[in-house]
């Protein structure tokens, strides 16, 4: 019986010290039928010849060549010259263990799932441990703890810790959002998950993922981004809408808590980092928000957990005062400064012109 093809798909740019170590861990995995694809989104170092030096060695390896034109548009090419049945994603730093796209393809092809998957470490981090049970669950069911359990966030909001059938990419046209130098992978994942039956869950760190200080590398996530309201709107009406599409309405409170929760939280960033925005930017985006209409269902019914949550920005939101909503959020935003500090590196969810990644 022939193994099904796994394509793994590579973005890379300016990561000469690091991808050859990367592209190594994914030649070595246990799963031999595999076909991998460097995508060299124009790298102003070593980057490309590199890949170009690894392809000639061995023949699983593809290299394309693009302009500069951000991540998403890397993986949507990788994703067009794939042809596997399946599909991995690999940041060209980072580091995958020899058993990970084995153990992914075992459990979607034994239980019959349509996306698998696992959990990832920190190599030179400390870690925390994720509820993430082993087996398999209603595609539903995870949607809704992924958006409601915040140790599982991080897994299903980034495509790298997955293993999805090419086919309902295809079929679905499904893409990365080329708009957006952080986030995307959440994007791609909820929206994948849309069309999703049965997910497995492997609760093994095959993911090994490398942080830098700035001196070492500077990516996108190295960023503070204070509009990431605009992200969180996203991925909320499109749960929503898949939820609504289902009839399913009894994890409501339990979203709409969630939500609003992320929304204000949101809010206090913008306000801690108002210069970022402007007066009256900031006051057109706070509109905005209040005026969305699922930020007006969810704040109907938001409560208080904690004695230190405002009680008027809530009020505020749900009455649409947005004059009144800027300053309390630039006080609430400068008492989060004097807790928390503020992130040197600013900058917007937003991609415009060359990409750091």
């Known amino acids: ?6 394509s793994i798909i590579i973005p890379v740019y300016n990561t000469e010290r690091y991808v050859r170590r990367t592209v190594e861990s994914a030649l070595a995995q246990s799963y031999e039928h595999i076909e991998i694809i ?10 490309g010849e590199i890949c170009d030096e690894i392809a000639l060695s061995n023949r699983s390896i593809k290299v394309i060549h693009q302009h500069n034109s951000g991540v998403s548009a890397a993986r949507n090419a990788g994703l067009n010259a794939a042809t596997g049945e399946y599909v991995q994603f690999l940041d060209s730093d980072d580091v995958i263990e020899e058993g990970m796209t084995a153990a992914l393809v075992t459990v ?29 669950h209603p595609a539903t069911d995870v949607l809704i703890r992924t958006y409601t359990d915040r140790s599982l966030w991080a897994v299903f909001h980034s ?20 708009e957006f130098v952080i986030g995307e992978d959440g994007l791609f994942a909820l929206e994948y998950m849309c069309h999703c039956r049965k997910i497995g869950v492997v609760n093994e760190a095959f993911y090994k993922y490398h942080s830098y200080n700035l001196d070492e590398r500077v990516s ?7 509009d990431l309201y605009v992200l969180k709107l996203k991925y909320f009406e499109r749960l929503f809408s898949h939820l609504r599409s289902q009839g399913i309405t009894y994890a409501d409170q339990r979203l709409f808590q969630t939500f609003i929760d992320a929304v204000i939280i949101n809010m206090v960033h913008m306000g801690a980092y108002f210069e970022f925005f402007g007066k009256q930017s900031m006051q057109d985006q ?4 209040v005026n969305h209409p699922l930020v007006n269902e969810a704040s109907r019914s938001y409560r208080r957990t904690r004695k230190t949550d405002s009680r008027l920005i809530p009020f505020f939101v749900r009455v649409k005062w947005v004059h009144l909503l800027y300053f309390v959020l630039k006080s609430r935003g400068k008492k989060y400064v004097q807790a928390y500090g503020k ?3 600013v900058r917007s969810i937003y991609r415009s012109g060359p990409r750091e990644e």
């Open 1 to 6: 019986m022939n193994k099904p093809l796994v």
């Open 38 to 47: 460097l995508v060299n989104d124009g790298s102003t170092d070593r980057s």
């Open 108 to 136: 979607i092809q034994n239980q019959l799932c349509d996306l698998v998957a696992c959990d990832f470490m920190y190599v030179n981090r400390d870690n925390k441990p994720r509820a993430l049970e082993a087996g398999v």
């Open 159 to 178: 495509a790298c810790y997955m293993l999805f059938k090419r086919q309902i990419i295809v079929s679905n046209q499904i893409q990365f959002n080329t």
């Open 220 to 226: 996108a996530v190295s960023y503070f981004p204070p």
């Open 286 to 289: 706070l509109r905005t928000i």
């Open 343 to 345: 992130k040197p590196n």
